[in-house]
């Protein structure tokens, strides 16, 4: 089984991948909203707490499979004022 990612390192790869495709385009992004399914856990990881957040690992759910949460997440350009 393939170690899950921790939440910030998933919306970091799924943030570089969505502008990359847009820039592909040709089109100047300077706002982005994704509602993406999020599978959550909290592990213990090197002693500390980690917050786990995958994109779900299977198009087709069970009866057994608990459904994924959604993460809204909103990225802009801007100043961090």
Known sequence: MTDRRELADMLIDVADAAFVAAGASGVRTTSMELALPVEMAVEMRGGALALIGELPRFVFRTSFD???????VVWAEGDDA
């Open 66 to 72: 608990r459904p994924p949460s959604r993460l809204t």
